[in-house]
Every structure is written in C-alpha cells, then in structure tokens.
C-alpha cells in the first residue's frame, strides 16, 4: 500500500524505525540518510524506503536489503514471521513451521528471526541445517508433516536482493485468500519489541537432506547413465545436491563451472544470477564446448529452476523453459504418468496438445509455481521461466535437482540410440507442429514505465501483431471462471499463435510471451519451419514493443 506522506511523518517514522530496529547496520544506515535529509538534501531514497511496505508477489516478499518498509531487512521479517504466526494460530493450523536459507546477505539471519519468533508464539521451529535449495524445504514441509514453511531467499535476482517465500502444511506457496490474510497479520504486528521471541528452534540434521537425495535419485529409471555433463549452481546452493543426486542415480560426476561451483553472494562472474539472461551461461557453455560435452545444466541459485543447453551445428545453445518442459512431459508421458498435466497461460501451449494426445487431464494456470502447484490430481507442472515439478507427490513447488535429473535421464538414453534431446524436440515438432516460443522482457528503472505501457495497451489494441489477425483480447485483470483477476493482456492470434503481456510480480521488468505455432511439412523438416517461426517471432516482437511503447 502506498501512502502519501508529508516529510514531517517521513522524518518521524524514520526516527521510529530507527528506535526499533535490532540490526545495528540497517540503523546505522538509516542514520545517515536521515542526517542527510535533516541536513536538507534530497529526501527521494528515504521517502522511497517508507511508500509503502514490501508486498507479496508472484514469489512472496521480495526487494533490494536495507532500512525501511520498503526493503528487506530484520524489521520486515520479523513483523513477516509475527503475522505468519498469527494467521497459524488463528486458522487452527498444527505443527511445526520449517525454515530454510539461501546463501544471500542475511538469509542466515532472517531464517534465525523467523524461528525466534515462530517459538515466541509457541509454534515449533525447524530449522534446515544449512544454505540448501528450495525444493529441499518444500520437501521438508511434506516429510515432516509441517503447519508451513519460509524459504529465505531472492532466486535469481540481484545480489542486493532478498526475499522470503511462504508456503502452507500442502507445501504449495500462498495465493489468496491465505496471501492477503497474513499481510492483514503483518499489518496488525505492533511494536516489535512486544513480537514475543522463543528459542532458535531446533536445527534439523543431514537426515532430511538424504531423504530428499534418495526421493529425487530414485525418480530416475535403469536406463543407459553415459553422460557427459557439464554443471553450473550460478554461485548458488544447487551444487553439492545436484552432484550428490546425480552420483547416486548412477551418472559420473558433472564437471563442474569452477568459478561458479560455490554459493557466493555476490555473484561475481554474471551480471545477474538468472540463466534466463543473457551471458549467464557462458562459462559453462564455453567449458562443454571445450571438452565436447553432451549437455549444460544449470540451476538459478536457490536451485528451483533448471535451465539446459545443447550443442548444435552453430554451436550451444539454450533450450528454452518450453523445449525442456516439453521434453519432460515426453518422458513422463513414455513412462506412462497418469494425472493431470499444467502449465501456466504464458507457458506454450504445446502440452496441451500433448496431453490431449495422450488422454490426460490438462490444466492452464496463472503465472507462478504457487499456481501450478495446488492443481488437484497433479501428476506434472511445468512453466517456461524454468520452473519443473515432476514429483508432486514429494515436492510441490518447482524442483530444479529432480527436473535436472530426469532431462539427464532421458538425454542419456537418447544418447544410447545415437540421438540427442534436439531430435526428440523434432519428433514433438513433427507430431504436434513446432511450438516456438520466446520473451521479451524490459527492465525499467522507474515502475511508472510498466503501468504505462499497460495504459498504452489498454487504450489502442492492436488489430495485427507480425502480421498475425488479434482475433480476441483478454484483459486479465477482469478474471474469468478459470483464472483469478491478474494484471495482464492476453491476445490470441491467427494460426494458433499468441502474445501475453504482464508486469513481473519478482523484478522490474514488463515481460511479453511470445508463440507462434508452424505446421511441420516432414520434407522440408523441422528446420525449415524453425527458421519460418523464428521470422514469425521476430515481427511479433517488434510490433508488440512498438505497440506497447517500450
Ligand atoms: O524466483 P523464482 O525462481 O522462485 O521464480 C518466481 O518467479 C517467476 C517469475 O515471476 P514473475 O514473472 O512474476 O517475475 C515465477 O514464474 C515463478 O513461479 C516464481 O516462483
Ligand atoms: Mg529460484
């Protein structure tokens, strides 16, 4: 919520964050800034730190460390944990809550607050044993039968992020009503000093983690295990699981990105942490090239989203969030997964199709694993920002080890008939007509930018985009039967094809999915309708961009 604020208030509640914050850096901070302002300089940083308080998004709470509302920070996680103890409490919920951390500033600490505070309340606290994953505390929340769980941590954002994702007792991350009841908690947090703070909980030993490792290395068949990998957690936690689960599947050890192999909150090789952008994958596409590996996998660094690439006459390239969520719906299917399959409306709409093909229940979500994962009867979700769930039995959110493993699995066993994952993704191309798909995704500094783009959208529809009829226009924000109300244009397109436009609920960027769908004429080959689609994309794109003034 953002309120308006004369400098008067501004000052004094920064004078009262100051009296109550425990972190004597973020004080010491906001210190400075209010001498600066008291002083008469610029009051835009400090007035930015109190418009509001950090809300939850696509993926909790996220946003850049430092003092004030508006930030992550000791203050907000405490008030955070204090109104996710009070909701427990009030809908009657039992058991523990587990905690688990990245390995970004603080996530340490803020995972030791939250336990603080959820024993203060007279909840038991389950802390995991060190920087870990985050499918890992998803699994914990189903394995110890949890009342629910907090992940600290930021993903893929900038280094000077972080967050902290909240999940209930099914292990599937809030959405509303659940979202907006534990902020109307948080809100209601009075003074941080009356937040009754317990023990640290209990911190949880390496059983969990091996029981995690076992589930996820037992997802694998007995098939063919010659491999060459090679691997990247992008300076996150991601490296010692996937090694470990690999190794106990039965694959050789990955060779690893050495200068990424250990979590280090700075990230210091990439400008962002994220394998959705570009550069990210660099070094460990230059290390396969190098020793002619058969595939890159990476995870983002909280290890819930696995991105691949794959060598090709032009050299690697990445396969998209789509081709691998194809992918794993192809080996699922061949293995005879029975259940529901869904994705996510800016996802491809190739695994309708599939799974239309092979009799199994469909389903089409809003954008976010906290969607994807409380389908009823889930048997596989995936969505194309790299997100996977293909055992939602153990794991209800998006699992970047266990997603890892399976395209090794069915790259291995493609390999053992001379063929590669690019010749699967031709036989899906030749069955169902290749599904290209891509992204674009603006950065803005000021968040005006999106909300005028969306304006400009709204107010002057496109009748084509590359060339493409609009035959229909959906303005998410209305909802339908199927869809909650989310801020969005949908537009479908001629020939199968469509663009989806939204504001990221994580970062601030305006993000357009793209998809064009070109029936494969099996002599001209797949080839051909990639180089055809691409064009397609390409005209989608620009008209898009230009439509939306971006
Ligand atoms: O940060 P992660 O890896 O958890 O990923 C999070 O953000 C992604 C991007 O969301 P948005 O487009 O709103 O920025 C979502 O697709 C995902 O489900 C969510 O968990
Ligand atoms: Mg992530």
Known sequence: ????????????????????????????????????????????????????????????????LGAGP????????????AGLAAYLKDTGARGPVVIG??????????????????????????????PLPTPLLAFAIRELGCAAGVMVTASHNPPQDNGYKVYLGDGSQIVPPADSGIAERIAAVGPLADVPRGTGGKVLDETIVDTYYDTVAGLAGDGPRDLDIVYTPLHGVGGTSVVQVLETAGFSAPRVVAEQE??????????????????????????????????????DPDADRCAAAVPGPHGWRMLRGDEVGALLAHALLEAGTEGTFATTIVSSSLLGTMARAAGRPYVETLTGFKWIGRVEGLAYGYEEALGYCVDPEHVRDKDGVSAL????????AAKAEGRTLVDVLDDLALAHGLHATDQLSVRVT???????????????????????????????????????????????????????????????????YLEVVVPVNPEDGVDAARIAAAGRLDAVRGDIQAAAGI
Request: glycine share 8%.
């Open 262 to 299: 250990h979590p280090d909150p700075a990230f210091p090789t990439v400008a962002f942490p994220n394998p959705e952008e570009p550069g990210a994958m660099d070094l460990a596409m230059a290390l396969a090239e190098k020793h002619g590996a058969d595939l890159v996998v990476a995870n």
């Open 405 to 412: 493993l399976l395209l090794c699995d069915l790259a291995a």
């Open 1 to 64: 919520m953002t309120t308006a604020v004369t400098p008067d208030d501004l000052l004094a509640s920064a004078r009262a964050w100051i009296a109550e914050d425990p972190d004597e850096q973020t004080r010491a901070e906001l210190e400075q800034v209010l001498a600066a302002v008291e002083a008469g300089g610029d009051d835009a940083d400090l007035a930015d730190r109190f418009d509001g308080t950090l809300e939850f998004g696509t993926a909790g709470l996220r946003g850049a």
């Open 101 to 130: 951390y990245d390995a970004r500033h603080n996530s340490d600490v803020f995972a030791r607050d939250t336990a603080e505070v959820m024993t203060g309340a007279g909840i038991p606290a389950l802390l995991m044993p060190r």
């Open 70 to 81: 508006n930030r992550m920070n000791r203050v907000v996680v405490t008030r955070a944990a």
């Open 446 to 512: 000021d968040l005006a930018e999106i909300g005028a783009a969306m304006e400009r959208l709204r107010a002057a529809p496109p009748a084509t985009l590359g060339g493409l009829a609009v035959e229909r226009v959906d303005d998410l924000s209305l909802g339908s039967a199927d869809l909650p109300p989310t801020d969005g244009l949908r537009y479908v397109l001629a020939e199968g094809a469509r663009v989806v436009v939204r504001p990221s609920g994580t970062e601030p960027k305006l993000k357009c």
